[in-house]
């Protein structure tokens, strides 16, 4: 008998169907004897109608109409309020179908469990789960049906954990209960060499290393949250992701669930590894640029302290010492949801940083190769510059890590790029 | 400067531009001065969804296909989550469109604040608002915008007050808070002497007693939820019942709101009084008959004790000995709502108590005539029983209480008997 935590996203409870096949899934794992915590996202297609209203409320349109472009300046308290409702329908309706099919289950809200976050609302952190309450509910035969995505702030209000913050439940949830494994049921079948839709030889890999996974993951593989891979590794909680879309009798490894998915899980634990284990791509990254800033001390904390502040991640960062020589051009990347925040920030903190102009711009892609055989493995980027110029593609942006190469690139180019890589590195071959 | 609790039921925040005429009315008593905790209802529609979902995961459309007529045993902490989620967007909502207004304001769940009720969920009773923290928040200069139709049980769950409980929600606040008033927004502008649809000649009430008003509801006036005057008369709330329809720039008297709307109050707070204020109808009664009940102590206590424990109101009760002197028949109402249940409580407790057969019929209906005056003004029954017999109407069951009469008559002469019943006590003419 083991502990599962069990994650469904939004797609596997759109509908009420959806949710009766989510439950077939916890009966399977019920019936084999495993003590289950079951965490749902919103039903899909719901958050966004919160959040439409949200905007609504605050104005967003009327706003438009008076030539103000709307800032994301409402009260994030109240975004939360609204938005967390999603899941709190949905895990009362799954744990309403367990016990349709004769499967002891109850709901826990964020705030019931607790899952403790910081106050940093609608991208809050989960600073930790108090499990007591529930574990001796699920100790005494129950399901513990728990909604994702949020938790309770300090302040005593519900806080949100940001888009995909459920991955991030269910991993917390799963290291603080010492779940034997945290299976991750998603729209698709496993973590694959890179997208399947742009390289039609892409496969689905039966292991992933944590570091992988979660370079793969922050540069936009989109199966899994980083922070929730952050969370397996520092833990060291197994977690396999599969698809909800798989027959409720489709049965993997019983230890690992492998042959239906891919495990993600520390590096010592996979035997053949290749060199590069996956192509990624972002495309919802945005540039911008500072012209001319004054080239003096401190002018790096003036720029992204007021960004770290407003809770804009900043990812590449490029520096270039303009002609002159006293004063520099300053690039680097956010999200795109981001730029036009980062853009009023740096806009409005121009007299203290000191810089002539600013730009933003959206038609960029990242595109890296990922693979921890990288750190024994010397010329990979090499390998990989030389292969995009052979391509007529221009980099405008590098960074690396020990096992991931990226580069910035014009928009256009980025199948071009993941299909190169995919091909370079041997990753056709399945 | 008042302290005012302001609720506004499902169709009066229906819709964004609804909920922003919310806003203009609560903005309008927060320029006057005023500290104000507004309560709210669903999105008009949303809590059906909500509760059409919770159906749907219980299996009740594949357990009426199955032949097996569903019941209403689902978890009913489960539907409290599910459709205590609909107080919550809405409170937040409106949190957002005040603050878009420059008006401070946050948003209180029934747990935040908390509104402590008993273990009967999906019908639950408050047992206790605590005020503290809200008040602090009110005294700081923010509106309280507080989900109304929840609070928490004593198991930390979620307890819903049943429908029409964000009245009782508003006037228990408004006790706790030691409010001024209570102003209950709703799609009419008051109390009429009966249901304007019926009697085209009915007019609105400047003023109506609670007791008065107690009667009005639980007999169906529908403008009020029966606990909520019932607690309003046990803290001396003043309720003022007045229309969210009306621009929100009309004003009343600036002290009870009169002209706009009508105050419900002490009997001794209205000057002028007729011997009978209104004529209510209630259609959402079902009969139940036991034929052949054994005629032997305890016998009452046998059939009401399960229908209480089941949390079924029982209304009127006849009692009728049959001709072989041995046995009763025994006739009582119970809500639409409740005869389901009601018949499956009694079915399965018929060895116990003892009888022949078990009916029950919904073409029903109850007229009643309510007023203050009845208690110095004897005859009112005999004219009123004289004149439904005059029109032909058969009357099956009487009850009497101090100041009201009610007749249960056949559901297909309940607007006669109104329209009868309203002209003879002198209330056509305005």
Request: overall charge negative; proline content about 2%.
């Given at each position: 008998?083991?502990?599962?935590?069990?994650?469904?996203?939004?797609?596997?409870?759109?509908?009420?169907?959806?949710?009766?096949?989510?439950?077939?899934?916890?009966?399977?794992?019920?019936?084999?004897?495993?003590?289950?915590?079951?965490?749902?996202?919103?039903?899909?297609?719901?958050?966004?109608?919160?959040?439409?209203?949200?905007?609504?409320?605050?104005?967003?349109?009327?706003?438009?109409?008076?030539?103000?472009?709307?800032?994301?300046?409402?009260?994030?308290?109240?975004?939360?309020?609204?938005?967390?409702?999603?899941?709190?329908?949905?895990?009362?309706?799954?744990?309403?179908?367990?016990?349709?099919?004769d499967?002891?289950?109850?709901?826990?809200?964020?705030?019931?469990?607790?899952?403790?976050?910081?106050?940093?609302?609608?991208?809050?952190?989960?600073?930790?789960?108090?499990?007591?309450?529930?574990?001796?509910?699920?100790?005494?035969?129950?399901?513990?049906?728990?909604?994702?995505?949020?938790?309770?702030?300090?302040?005593n209000?519900i806080?949100?954990?940001?888009?995909?913050?459920?991955?991030?439940?269910?991993?917390?949830?799963?290291a603080?209960?010492?779940?034997?494994?945290?299976?991750?049921?998603?729209?698709?079948?496993?973590?694959y060499?890179?997208?399947?839709?742009?390289?039609?030889k892409?496969?689905?890999?039966?292991?992933?290393?944590y570091?992988?996974?979660?370079?793969?993951?922050?540069?936009?593989?989109?199966?899994?949250?980083?922070?929730?891979?952050?969370?397996a590794m520092?833990?060291?909680?197994?977690?396999?992701v599969?698809?909800?879309?798989?027959a409720?009798?489709?049965?993997?490894?019983?230890?690992?669930?492998?042959?239906?998915?891919?495990?993600?899980?520390?590096?010592?634990?996979?035997?053949?590894?290749?060199?590069?284990?996956?192509?990624?791509?972002?495309?919802?990254?945005?540039?911008?640029?500072?012209?001319?800033?004054?080239?003096?001390?401190?002018?790096?904390?003036?720029?992204?302290?007021?960004?770290?502040?407003?809770?804009?991640?900043?990812?590449?960062?490029?520096?270039?010492?303009?002609?002159?020589?006293?004063?520099?051009?300053?690039?680097?990347?956010?999200?795109?949801?981001?730029?036009?925040?980062a853009?009023?920030?740096?806009?409005?903190?121009?007299d203290?940083?000191?810089?002539?102009?600013?730009?933003?711009?959206?038609?960029?892609?990242?595109?890296?190769?990922?693979?921890?055989?990288?750190?024994?493995?010397?010329?990979?980027?090499?390998?990989?510059?030389?292969?995009?110029a052979?391509?007529?593609?221009?980099?405008?942006?590098?960074?690396?890590?020990?096992?991931?190469?990226?580069?910035?690139?014009?928009?256009?180019?980025?199948?071009?790029?993941?299909?190169?890589?995919?091909?370079?590195?041997?990753?056709d071959?399945?």
């Amino acid at each position: 008998m083991s502990l599962l935590v069990l994650k469904f996203g939004g797609t596997s409870v759109a509908d009420l169907d959806r949710i009766r096949n989510v439950a077939a899934h916890v009966k399977r794992e019920v019936d084999a004897g495993h003590a289950c915590a079951v965490v749902v996202s919103a039903m899909a297609g719901q958050t966004n109608q919160l959040v439409t209203w949200v905007e609504e409320a605050w104005g967003f349109k009327a706003r438009r109409e008076a030539g103000n472009e709307p800032s994301a300046l409402y009260d994030c308290r109240e975004y939360d309020a609204v938005v967390s409702s999603g899941e709190q329908v949905t895990s009362g309706l799954l744990a309403l179908v367990l016990q349709s099919m004769d499967v002891n289950a109850r709901s826990w809200q964020g705030w019931q469990i607790p899952v403790r976050t910081d106050a940093a609302h609608q991208k809050a952190r989960i600073t930790g789960v108090e499990v007591g309450e529930l574990k001796a509910s699920m100790q005494g035969g129950e399901v513990a049906v728990c909604a994702g995505f949020q938790g309770i702030a300090p302040s005593n209000r519900i806080a949100t954990l940001g888009r995909g913050g459920s991955d991030t439940s269910a991993v917390a949830l799963a290291a603080a209960l010492q779940a034997d494994r945290c299976d991750i049921y998603t729209d698709v079948d496993g973590v694959y060499t890179t997208d399947p839709r742009v390289v039609a030889k892409a496969h689905r890999l039966d292991r992933i290393s944590y570091e992988e996974m979660l370079e793969m993951a922050s540069q936009g593989a989109k199966v899994l949250q980083t922070r929730s891979v952050e969370l397996a590794m520092q833990w060291g909680v197994p977690v396999l992701v599969r698809s909800s879309f798989d027959a409720p009798d489709m049965l993997g490894n019983a230890d690992t669930g492998e042959g239906i998915g891919t495990l993600v899980c520390h590096e010592d634990e996979i035997v053949e590894q290749n060199v590069v284990s996956g192509i990624a791509y972002a495309r919802d990254e945005a540039k911008v640029t500072l012209l001319k800033v004054a080239d003096k001390p401190g002018v790096a904390a003036r720029v992204f302290g007021p960004l770290a502040y407003a809770h804009i991640n900043v990812d590449m960062i490029v520096q270039n010492v303009s002609e002159d020589g006293r004063s520099t051009d300053l690039t680097f990347t956010v999200q795109s949801a981001d730029l036009d925040r980062a853009i009023e920030v740096l806009g409005s903190a121009k007299d203290k940083i000191g810089y002539l102009d600013l730009r933003g711009a959206t038609d960029i892609a990242k595109v890296s190769a990922i693979g921890v055989g990288m750190r024994s493995h010397a010329g990979v980027a090499a390998q990989m510059f030389s292969a995009l110029a052979e391509k007529g593609i221009n980099i405008e942006a590098i960074s690396t890590s020990e096992i991931k190469i990226s580069v910035l690139i014009d928009a256009a180019y980025a199948e071009l790029a993941v299909r190169t890589l995919h091909t370079l590195f041997g990753l056709d071959g399945g």
